[in-house]
């Protein structure tokens, strides 16, 4: 008898965006048409967005992607430039703010969560200041 086991690994990731600048431009409005960009983005790259928050000038995202996944690089340069993109394309007061109609920083964090329990994670990311 042959026995098969399938595993399924997940990789959480905690990433963050910040404003090109620091420029305190994402309003509430804002957020909450990133927080759809981002779902849908994810779901290009078989991945989950499990939180989401902001603030004026960065972003917070948990991710649960598998190891299947394109690069984190890969990823993280989908997002950003989707996301600017959509954003502009959206809001008139975003939109020609910026140089090259970039929205985001060049850099970026990601980091994996290891063995820090995802409850602390998202509870850390819903205590952002949401602006209004």
């Known amino acids: 008898m042959i026995h098969v086991?399938?595993?399924a690994i997940f990789l959480h990731l905690y990433v963050i965006f910040v404003t090109k600048y620091r420029r305190r431009v994402l309003s509430n409005s804002h957020l909450l048409s990133l927080a759809v960009t981002f779902k849908e983005l994810y779901l290009?790259?078989?991945?989950?967005?499990?939180e989401f928050n902001g603030e004026c000038d960065h972003v917070h995202l948990l991710v649960s992607t598998s190891p299947n996944t394109p690069s984190v690089v890969?990823?993280?340069n989908s997002l950003k430039a989707g996301s600017s993109r959509r954003l502009q394309r959206e809001f008139n007061d975003i939109a020609g703010m910026f140089s090259q109609n970039v929205l985001w920083n060049r850099s970026?964090?990601?980091?994996?969560?290891g063995s820090a329990p995802l409850d602390v994670i998202k509870q850390y990311i819903q205590q952002q200041d949401w602006p209004h």
Do not use: D, E, P, R
């Open 108 to 113: 970026y964090f990601a980091g994996t969560c």
């Open 44 to 50: 290009k790259f078989n991945a989950k967005l499990s």
């Open 74 to 76: 890969q990823l993280v």
């Open 5 to 7: 086991y399938i595993v």
